[in-house]
């Protein structure tokens, strides 16, 4: 009976999504062309937010060489004060923008969750440019953390700028204008960067913020949507004939990473996770398909599925999937 029991999950899991999902064309319908306009006005920012992380160098040194070791010298300290400021504004532009990408999540979730189709593979199959959005979120979110997550002079700075502007205020000495960020702004920031990864930690808290608030949608409508996403872009990556319609091999690190960051999301949102038996997500498949890609390449997404996911260290969860993540 266990047996039997397996093989049905498994062909369950095999057979979800039989379709392809064309990350690198779709083109939206009229039906979700109204969505589809909202979401790329924030999408198209994307890009130069990324630029403009990876580019970010910080005030390491300036704070290093003329506030700490010589504070008592006001003129160095002023320049300190005006590398930090700028920078500061980018973190604040940064903050923001993951405000506006919570939002842009929330409505293709609704779009994407509704009762229009009667399960997640036709809302994926058929409204594909809101997929290929979704997907486009989850790989902007990924990228964000890994390039926040390898660059500590963010935290550095902005605790160097409250540190100053307190200071400031308490000798009452005007600050700059322009970038000033007011205190419950500066805590709500500072929280934002003190995580680990904290784009993610925003799609996790809207996608269960979006959940709660829709308690006539029953959150398998959420979940299921997930987990065939994450089975959606196994499948192509592990089946030579999809993979080949692919014109572009970033088209393959793309896929990877929008499975990694809907197992992550689905791990938070569902009640009991992502790696528990009851999951619909074949985990085991989506980390084999991790190991398959050349070595050192998905190091990254490995290591987010290691420490950033909820449940991998339940008790619960399968010793072969923690073995095959250790």
């Not at 095999?14 to 690198?24: A, V």
């Not at 990473?257 to 074949?282: C, E, N, T, W």
């Not at 991998?312 to 073995?323: H, R």
Request: hydrophobic share 35%; glycine share 4%; proline share 4%.
């Amino acid at each position: 009976m266990g047996n039997l029991l397996k093989v049905l999950t498994c062909t369950d899991l095999e057979q979800e999504p039989n379709f392809f999902l064309d990350f690198e064309n779709a083109q939206p319908t009229e039906a979700e062309r109204e969505v589809w306009d909202q979401v790329d006005v924030v999408l198209k920012d994307a890009k130069a937010i990324l630029d403009e992380l990876q580019a970010y160098k910080g005030a390491g040194q300036e704070i290093r060489e003329q506030a700490i070791q010589n504070p008592s010298d006001d003129a160095l300290q002023e320049q300190a004060w005006a590398a930090v400021v700028p920078l500061v504004g980018k973190l604040k532009k940064f903050y923001e923008f993951s405000q506006r990408l919570e939002a842009a999540l929330h409505s293709l979730l609704g779009a994407l969750t509704n009762e229009t189709y009667s399960d997640p593979t036709q809302h994926l199959e058929r409204e594909q440019a809101l997929a290929k959005q979704f997907a486009e979120i989850l790989h902007f979110t990924l990228r964000f953390d890994e390039l926040k997550m390898t660059n500590p002079a963010i935290q550095n700075d902005f605790s160097y700028y409250r540190r100053t502007l307190s200071r400031m205020r308490i000798n009452n000495v005007p600050a700059e204008g322009e970038n000033e960020v007011n205190n419950e702004l500066a805590n709500r920031i500072s929280l934002f960067y003190a995580d680990a990864t904290p784009m993610l930690k925003t799609l996790s808290d809207g996608t269960t913020k979006f959940v709660s608030e829709n308690k006539n949608l029953p959150i398998e409508n959420t979940t299921d949507c997930l987990s065939t996403m994450a089975s959606v872009c196994k499948v192509m990556l592990e089946t030579p004939e999809y993979r080949s319609r692919f014109n572009s091999e970033d088209t393959v690190s793309f896929c990877l990473r929008v499975m990694v960051g809907v197992i992550i999301l689905y791990d938070y949102v569902h009640p009991v996770g992502a790696f528990a038996k009851s999951s619909k997500i074949d985990m085991k498949g989506c980390i084999k398909v991790l190991k398959d890609q050349p070595p050192n390449s998905v190091d990254g997404l490995l290591n987010a599925l290691r420490y950033t996911t909820k449940h991998l260290n339940d008790e619960s969860t399968n010793k072969t999937i923690k073995s095959m993540l250790q």
